[in-house]
Structures are given as C-alpha cells and as structure tokens.
C-alpha cells in the first residue's frame, strides 16, 4: 500500500534524543510512541524560556516585538510545552545550523510563516550573537544566511500557495488549479507552507475579483472549498514533482487566532496573560488540511501546532502589535513566545 500519511510521531526516546518518524498509518502507533503535539504548558520555574531575548534579535519586526511596543506583562514568556508522554528537546542551535550546513531552508506562506521564520532565525542568532549574518531581500522572497555555516533560511511570501493573475482589464483571478512559484520552492532542502488566513479575507482585504477552477470561472464559493482545491492542486504539485527524499517537506498547521466572537473559549485576546485552561474549539480548516496530506502518496509532515497554540491566548500582540488600539491584533504571536516552541518541534522532527 502506497498511501503515506502526514503525521509524525516520536517513536523512540533515547534520553534526550528522539527520533521523528513518518509513519503509515494513523493507527500503528509503537509501544514507546510519544506524539509531541498531544500535552500541555507548564510555568516554567527555570531560567530556560524565554529562549531569547527579544532585544538582542536587532531584525525583529515591530508587529511582533510586544515588550519593545510596551506590553508590561511577561509571563506569557515562561510557558513551555510539555508532551504527555516525552520530554520536547532542548533547542541546539548549533546543532540545528551543523544539520542543515551547505542546505536552505524556505517557509511560504503568510505573515504566520513570516512570524515563524523571524522566531527562528532570532534563535539562531541569538546562540552565536557574534556569527555574521547577512539579509536581504529579492522580490518577494527574504534571504537570511548566516555564511559561518553556510545556512539560508528563507521566506517566500505567498498567502494562498495557488497564483493570482492580473487580466489585461485588471481583473485579478485566483487560478485554482495553478502554481508558478513551484519551481523555486523545489530547490530548497526544506520547505515548511503555510496557507489559510487570507482565504477568509472578503471585501477590501481580498486580492482577487475572479476564481478560475479548471475551465470555469466564479465570483466566489465557500472558502473553505476554495481552500481545499488550492491545497489539492498544491498536494498535486508535490506528489508529481518533488523528490521527498531530497526536499523535507513540512506544513504548517493552521494557526489560531483569539478574535472570534461568538466562538465558545475566549472571544479575544486582548488582557489575556495567562494561557486558556482548556480549549474546545474545532478548526474546519485544519480538517480539510489533514485530509488532504493524508490523501497524499509522498510523505510529508504536518506541523500540528493548531490545539497547543489554542491555549494561548495570552501569546498574541493585542494592543502591543503593530496598530496598538487601532489595530488589535489577535493573530500574530509575540516574540519571543509561542512560536518559538512550534520552532523546537520542527527542530526535533528534524532528526
Ligand atoms: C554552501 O552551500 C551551497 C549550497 O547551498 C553550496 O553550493 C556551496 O558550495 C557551499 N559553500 C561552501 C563554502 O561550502
Ligand atoms: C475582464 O475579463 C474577464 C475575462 O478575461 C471577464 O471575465 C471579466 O468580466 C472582465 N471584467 C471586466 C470588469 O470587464
Ligand atoms: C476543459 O476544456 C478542454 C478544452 O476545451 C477540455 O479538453 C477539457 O476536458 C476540459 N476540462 C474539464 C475539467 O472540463
Ligand atoms: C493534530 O492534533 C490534534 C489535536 O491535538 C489531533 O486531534 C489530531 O488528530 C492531530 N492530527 C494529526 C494528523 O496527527
């Protein structure tokens, strides 16, 4: 049977070495199986986290720098995520650039995978604040490289993974079933997408007039089928084209966000320092993600960052983001925070 799964479980722990494995079926789990996404935040009483500090990260964007933006409270920083039933590994920075040594690195997505990447090259700096560093930007795509290591962490700024077009009467079309970024994605030795946010986007916020699916084209239909059909022409791609023995393909799960009113838990972020104590919510979305990875025949990883974000509500900007009052965002994440850990959990799926 071809089917592969998107999953990823730790099936072994070898004092503080675990090894990420793709398995084939959901349901065979080993005896020692650890799912590092199945747990909880604990106060963490050690001077561990946060795993950085924010004001020696000198490329930090502002709408994620929340002390700088004068958030007074910190606690929000001292959260680390404890898996049920194994230790998360400690990040090791020079572990992780020694891995991906002559290798480049490329998230794409939205402004949640612009969060993750900018968590993880703060990190990286963080651990060696004396190795060059040189950033720069082509077009779309933001080049980070540290050339002691020979690393390039990248990111391609993409929402919908799927093209938009401009007509020659400026209608702008979302073509569904196309994807001409594709070929610079499959050079790199890892990539880790990130796409739902801007598909609820109506109105204004919405880059597109038309949606071309196949030979038809509409104005619009539910988005989470337009969604599922970008993802589809996306999983389509990678099945086809990518060799996954060359490229470790990671997706993000989707991130949540805390500005849902008339959603059951917390309706908005705004004043929350501490995380949630439980967490009800069903993503849709990240339903219709699972099932399409699943449908997959090449392996690939899920990042299944949904529920232990979930808790979080205290780890979002609010006021301290960007827009302070104007602008309150329950979107983004704080850096440092949250997405630091989705960064140790890519780092040990890393192997
Ligand atoms: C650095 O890595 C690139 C691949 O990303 C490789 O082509 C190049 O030879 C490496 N340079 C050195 C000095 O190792
Ligand atoms: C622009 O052209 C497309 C077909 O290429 C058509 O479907 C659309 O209605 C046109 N829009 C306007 C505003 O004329
Ligand atoms: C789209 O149109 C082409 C050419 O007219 C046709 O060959 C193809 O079968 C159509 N595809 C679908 C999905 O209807
Ligand atoms: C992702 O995590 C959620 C919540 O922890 C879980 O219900 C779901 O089964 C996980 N998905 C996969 C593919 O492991």
Redesign the pocket.
């Known amino acids: 049977m071809k089917i592969m799964f998107s999953l990823f479980f730790l099936l072994f722990m070898l004092s503080n070495n675990v090894h990420g494995k793709l398995m084939n079926d959901v349901n065979q789990l080993e005896i020692n199986g650890c799912d590092l996404f199945q747990g909880r935040w604990i106060y963490d009483n050690d001077d561990d986290y946060p795993l950085y500090d924010s004001s020696i990260c000198p490329f930090i964007e502002k709408q994620f720098d929340c002390l700088k933006n004068g958030r007074p409270d910190a606690d929000y920083l001292k959260y680390r995520w404890q898996p049920n039933e194994c230790n998360l590994p400690r990040f090791n920075a020079i572990e992780f650039q020694n891995k991906l040594r002559g290798k480049q690195m490329m998230f794409v997505g939205d402004s949640i995978s612009l969060n993750q990447w900018q968590s993880l090259t703060c990190m990286l700096h963080a651990a060696d604040p004396q190795a060059k560093y040189i950033s720069k930007r082509i077009g779309g795509t933001s080049i980070f490289t540290f050339p002691k290591y020979n690393t390039s962490y990248l990111m391609y700024r993409n929402a919908f993974l799927v093209d938009i077009t401009m007509?020659?009467?400026?209608?702008r079309?979302l073509e569904l079933d196309s994807l001409s970024s594709a070929d610079q994605w499959k050079q790199m030795d890892v990539l880790i997408f990130d796409s739902w946010h801007w598909w609820l986007h109506t109105g204004r916020k919405q880059p597109w007039?038309?949606v071309q699916d196949g030979n038809s084209?509409y104005v619009d239909a539910p988005r989470l089928a337009l969604y599922e059909k970008a993802l589809t022409t996306w999983a389509k791609w990678v099945d086809s084209e990518v060799d996954t023995t060359k490229t470790k393909i990671f997706f993000q799960g989707v991130s949540p966000d805390h500005d849902n009113p008339g959603s059951s838990g917390s309706n908005t972020c705004q004043g929350v320092t501490q995380p949630l104590a439980s967490t009800e919510r069903v993503h849709e979305e990240e339903l219709v993600l699972e099932k399409v990875l699943k449908g997959m025949d090449k392996s690939v990883y899920l990042l299944n960052i949904t529920k232990l974000s979930q808790y979080r509500a205290d780890g979002h900007p609010s006021v301290f983001g960007h827009g302070g009052h104007r602008d309150l965002d329950c979107t983004h994440w704080c850096l440092a925070g949250v997405v630091d850990t989705w960064n140790l959990l890519l780092s040990a799926l890393l192997g």
Not at 167 to 171: D, L
Request: net charge negative.
């Open positions: 007509q020659n009467n400026g209608t079309v007039d038309l084209t």
